[in-house]
């Protein structure tokens, strides 16, 4: 009895074992090409996702590199590049925008017409360098005489004239006003880009009060001081402030202008411009009497003088008649 049931025992787990063999057969069947399907797909999302994230950050860095650059070139065709390149990364279009605005800004301060191509002047000063290292060696005695003609060119050369016009000025001014705006539009609608924003109000008061337009200098001053509250306390100082100065230069008195200055010194000739005013005419003091005769030191005394021109005369007198 014992051995036929040990027997049965052994044929059921058997048919066990066969049973769970074929369940499993049946669940690789089934499901091991979508299991297998499922970890390429995520093998292959994780290897996409390094790739996007390297790109992303490979991008970034040639933004600021190439940001970088053109700041420090002051090469503002350089800088609307950038903007337009990277668009769509970070606060590149904003940074961008703003330093050419600046350096529009300090071509109205310094009184110079900006090259809107670029270094043009740097390029040609160093192939200028490049050329006379070049060339030094091959100068030999020509160069004396080259320096000498230079010299006599420069001479006869009339100079260029390198003030801003008054158009100069106001197409400067509206491209100023045309970068503040963009920014403007750009960080309306984004919190995290209100520095921005201000930067943006800020610059557009300054260009609305260096065009002579002081009121609408306040408005903006007006709503930079309640974009920065309370965040930008010394923003919010700075823009009480400007609004305090517009409001003092709206009633100041115009300043007269180059042309009229150039215009007053014209309509005087040199003699007139040198000649001292009547009430300036230097008199004797007011301790000395009137009536006392001036003294100087080559002349001496009034009476030592007339002694000496009369010998003088007697002496050529006599000369005269030995003659």
Request: proline letters at 4%.
């Amino acid at each position: 009895m014992v051995e036929k049931r040990v027997e049965q025992d052994l044929r059921t787990s058997d048919m066990t074992d066969d049973v769970v063999n074929v369940e499993f057969l049946q669940f690789i069947q089934v499901w091991g090409p979508r299991i297998f399907i499922a970890i390429c797909l995520c093998v292959i999302s994780f290897q996409l996702f390094t790739w996007w994230d390297r790109t992303k950050q490979d991008n970034l860095s040639e933004a600021w590199r190439d940001l970088g650059i053109a700041q420090l070139d002051g090469n503002v065709s350089s800088l609307m590049e950038v903007a337009d390149d990277f668009s769509d990364i970070g606060s590149i279009s904003e940074l961008a925008w703003l330093s050419a605005a600046e350096i529009h800004y300090a071509t109205i301060l310094l009184d110079e017409p900006l090259d809107i191509e670029g270094d043009a002047l740097s390029d040609a000063l160093g192939d200028a360098l490049d050329d006379s290292a070049a060339n030094a060696d091959e100068e030999g005695d020509e160069t004396n005489a080259e320096e000498e003609n230079a010299t006599d060119e420069a001479e006869t050369t009339e100079p260029v004239a390198t003030h801003l016009s008054e158009e100069d000025r106001s197409e400067t001014l509206e491209r100023m006003r045309s970068l503040y705006e963009k920014v403007l539009a750009r960080t309306t609608d984004d919190p995290g880009k209100l520095i921005f924003k201000i930067r943006a109000v800020f610059g557009l008061a300054m260009v609305d009060e260096m065009s002579g337009n002081f009121d609408a200098a306040q408005v903006r001053y007006t709503e930079a001081e309640a974009l920065a509250s309370p965040r930008f306390s010394k923003l919010k100082q700075l823009a009480v402030l400007r609004k305090a100065n517009v409001a003092t230069a709206n009633h100041a008195e115009p300043l007269m202008t180059s042309d009229e200055l150039q215009a007053i010194v014209d309509a005087r000739t040199v003699p007139e411009l040198l000649q001292r005013p009547e009430d300036e005419v230097v008199g004797p003091p007011e301790g000395d009497s009137q009536d006392s005769p001036a003294t100087t030191p080559e002349s001496g005394t009034p009476g030592e003088g007339s002694e000496t021109n009369e010998e003088g005369s007697d002496g050529e007198n006599t000369e005269g008649g030995g003659q």
